[in-house]
């Protein structure tokens, strides 16, 4: 059987260090990706909260590499064998899909027990090193190789663009802790952070039929909480009961801030379940009473990455109640690809809970200025790329 040759030219804006300029590079892969896999076109990217955690050296990651794991996208090619979704279903050119910031060996002891998302070979995408061989693992270029192990949902017309990418990393990290909280109808939550992550919880367990109280010290935060179901929002920094939802059945926290933390532990009602979402960086250590927890029959959980279950209920949750809750509103106007600065610096003021990047709005024509000669050179180093992706 003949194998095609055919490519595409493809352009990526590869993160180069801390305190160092993006560097915009162009390249070409194959139309027809390897077996397995699938060549998507990205049609936006949202900048979420680990890109900047990388960008500003608050998270060691390697450098060079491609940033951006949060994207909705056109599927333009697939490999042999051919790819399923989530539910089942076979993926097609021309199918718009969003699909999980992981890749998983499906082998490994850790998949076996049902914890993919922690495969003892697991491959992130926006978090690998960057090389010639696989070029297009991240979020921020025209194009991604979706790799074998990727969850991968259609994402039902209607559902705009801005709505769907963040859906990748924070709406199923969400759907996630969510699962892990168990059934919320009728029971007391409290969520701690209300930026992205923290108002698609409000959303989704308002709707799950919980009472919930967000805290935030950012009055805007605070006001947009409501807009999402939370039935009080309170200042994280207030004093006094003003400040306290009381106790709760169930506590997320999604700032990752010890105080928050310990105010999720401190807040447990008997029975209460405790899901720890946003220390994902290192930070100082919180007190933990255990008398309180055994006598409190208490439940910490911590939450890191999600299944594929996890991307299809997020999917399934925003195409059913976009209209209701205004998701479109937390994602600002798109930067093109070759304005990645601007996205970057946008996000790191906190205006919007997402700012938005859209790589085929630019002009292929055009190279950032902030690409160096050495960044030319590297483009050229890589023009000639016939595949991408590390295999399967």
Known sequence: MSVSTETIPVRLARWEGVDKPFALLEAATARTPGPGELLVRIDLATVCGSDLHTVTGHRPSPAPSLLGHEQVGTVVGVGAGGVR????????????????VTASCG??????????????????????????????????????VVLPGTAVVAVPPGLPDAVASPA???????AAALDAAGPLAGRRVLITGAGMLGLTAAAMAATAGARVSAVDPDPERRAQALRFGAAEALDADGDGGAARPGEVDVALDFSGRPAAVQRCLDAL?????????????????????????????????????????????????????????????LVAAAHPLERIEDAIAAARTGAAPRQAVAPQASSAAQVSSAASAASVSSAAQVAQVARTGVGG
């Not at 990748?168 to 969400?174: F, I």
């Open 168 to 174: 990748s990393c924070a709406t199923a990290t969400v």
């Open 85 to 100: 979704c989530v539910d089942g279903t076979p993926v097609a050119e021309g199918m718009r899909v969003v699909w999980s």
């Open 107 to 144: 082998r490994c002891e850790r998949c076996g027990r049902g914890l993919p998302h922690k495969c003892l070979r697991l491959r992130k995408y926006g978090h690998e090193p960057w090389s010639q061989r696989a070029p297009l693992n991240g979020g921020f270029a025209t194009h991604c």
């Open 269 to 329: 009602a008997v029975g209460g379940r405790a899901v720890l979402v946003g220390s994902v960086s290192p930070g100082p250590a919180v007190a933990l009473d255990p008398e309180r927890l055994v006598r409190g029959l208490h439940t910490v959980v911590g939450v890191h990455n999600y299944r594929p279950r996890d991307l299809d209920a997020a999917v399934r949750f925003l195409s059913e109640r976009h209209r209701v809750f205004p998701f479109v509103a």
